[in-house]
């Protein structure tokens, strides 16, 4: 087992790695000591200064080998203890190897790609002489203004959680410490706005915004990352009741915390604290170890809370193997991994509608490639793509798929390629319109006008509310951002070499008007129907496409659901012409509790593959996990009746009831450290 999950996964640290900390600390000053607790940047002003003392603790965003080695012997050079630098970078979803972003990474529904992504990222960056990588990215989104809706799984705590732990493994098995980010409710800031206030209740914080990190500590994420926002009026970074209660006293979490960007001196702005000094003090007492770039805890006096803070960081670099080995092989030799970013890429795409099954298209087809997004190389990265260069564009994919590309529109069908640029999604890119740009609006009106049939690729970071598309063209491919090899994968879908399996990990807006827009709404006393219920008046009420919803180039049956015991399950068929895979979704209902509950909640998935005219019967084991819920300080799980979906998503699925006196309901043993 690799050392940081020997270290940190199960809590353990070496005998003889705690004598040499606690030695350390006896004979390290105020100063060596609170240089540990402080992050800089590779480009910091004042960052030679500091390691001319051996006073840096960690770095980030350095860019190469011979640069994170020339910063580490610099620090040793300085430092009379010969504490090693912790280099840190955010390798969201490649490193070198560009995948698709983490939303749709989440779109395949696969946790064995997640942790694909991971590993293969970990490996790169490691050759660099990253040792930390501040992913994965938790926060449960529901806004599509929000810009960094791209960087995390979606709208679903099951979903995210199951991605959250795959993650994890993923890196640290491979020798990258991991850091669960933001703690917490960061994608529930008001009005889609980044770094804003999040009103959440304990109920929903507990529901939906906790369960990814809970996920991430039970598979032993090194690190935690507090997040910009307020909760209950305090904003995370000073919030005790976060980071120790439920952190580490609740949950037992062992490794460090570090603040995001300047989080702790921006605690002034905030308004709990007057000056930067008294923000470091709030900062730490609250549990944050490790503070980002802002200097602020350069001011903080001696104490046994410092102590703490610097005991874990030196865990965190004797785990990660820095004592022993602090530098890394000048190879220079880049192994990029095309084809498992070109599969996962495939696997990513999520086919929202093909009206007179005008996909896949025959390679004679002789197609018009339209809009500007179809040139791009750079925008298929994606916002966070490290050290990658260009992708694959559209039209090379297409070129190198052998297509019959041609320069007039008096083509057999219409390609076009739209969505928006890789720059207006990501960290401060909230926005107030999910439309196509204005320009790609009017093109797309005038391509649909011309009589052709279109096919619709949208690249986004988000979800578009492609409203009038779902009404005028006839297939519409949600793309994302798919990486280094976007192109090759789009190719592959279009001309039905890959046939598409992607469900959606976030609910399609018909407007931004609507957003926050997810399935697991709570219900309401007068449900949308009539004039005087919960509805808009000019526009349905239901997203443009469910959460959970992909269209495939076969068609699946669902049959003979079926309760024995615990088990429920379903027979799947591929009653269509291709093989394919389905991915098979349970939900369930709380159907009369003490409080009032989602009207539905995904609490399993499988991805089955079927050959045609083949079948299956999938299961799933309902088990506390399936039927609890938070209210009043626990979990419980309430008697009475549910009701259990198995189905292709949120809004379709065979159902029945089951009640929970009829269940044997003690948790399995790998579920007992859930709570």
Known sequence: MHRILAALLFGLTLHADEVRIEKLLREMTLQEKLGQLSMYAADQRDLKAALEKGLVGSVLNTSHDRQTNELQRAQLAGSKHRIPILFAYDVLHGYYTIFPIPLAVAATWDVEAAETVARISAREARGEGIRWTFAPMLDV?????????????????YLASEMAAAYVRGFQNNGLLACAKHFVAYGAAEGGRDYGHAEVTESTLRNVYL???????????????????????????????????????????????????????????????????????????????????????????????????????????????????????????????SRDARRIAGQSIVLLKNEGALLPLPKSKKIYLAGAMAEGNRDMLGPWSAQGGTAVSIREGLHAAGAQLVSRIDADVIVAVFGESREASGEAASRTSLDLPPEQQRELEALVETGKPVVLIVMSGRPL??????????????????????????????????????????????????????????????????????????????????????????????????????????????????????????????????????????????????????STRVEFTLTRRELEFWTNGAWVVEPGEFQVWIGPSSAEGLVTSVSSGNLQLRPSPEEMPRR
């Open 211 to 337: 369960p990814p990190f809970r996920a991430a500590v039970d598979a032993g994420v090194a690190t935690v990352m507090s997040a910009f926002n307020t909760v209950g009026d305090v904003p995370a970074t000073a919030n005790p009741k976060l980071l120790q209660d439920v952190l580490r006293r609740e949950w037992g979490f062992n490794g460090l915390v570090v603040s995001d960007w300047a989080a702790v001196a921006e605690l002034v702005n905030h308004g709990i604290a007057a000056t930067p000094a008294e923000a470091a003090q709030k900062a730490l007492a609250a549990g944050v170890d490790v503070d980002m770039w802002d200097g602020a805890f350069l001011t903080l006096q001696a104490g046994a809370r410092v102590d703490e803070a610097v005991r874990r960081v030196l865990r965190a670099k004797f785990a990660a193997g820095l004592f022993d080995d602090p530098f890394v092989a000048e190879s220079n030799i880049i192994s990029r991994s």
């Open 141 to 157: 989104s529901r806004d599509a203004r929000w810009g960094r809706m791209a960087e995390s799984s979606g709208e679903d705590p």
């Open 465 to 614: 509310a492609v409203t009038w598309a779902a009404g005028h063209v006839p297939s519409i491919v949600q793309a994302w951002f798919l990486g280094t090899e976007g192109g090759n994968a789009v190719a592959d879908v279009l001309f039905g070499d890959v046939n598409p399996s992607g469900k959606l990990p976030v609910s399609v807006p018909r407007a931004a008007a609507q957003a926050p827009v997810y399935y697991a709404h709570h219900p309401t006393g007068r449900p949308a129907g009539a004039r005087f219920t919960n509805r808009y008046q000019d526009i349905p009420v239901g997203p443009l496409y469910p959460f959970g919803h992909g269209l495939s180039y076969t068609r699946f049956e669902y049959s003979d659901l079926r309760v024995h015991g615990n088990v429920v399950s379903a027979l799947i068929r591929n009653a269509g012409p291709r093989a394919g895979v389905e991915v098979v979704q349970l939900y369930v209902r709380d159907v009369v509790a003490s409080v009032s509950r989602p009207v539905k909640e995904l609490k399993g998935f499988r991805r089955i593959s079927l050959e045609p005219g083949e």
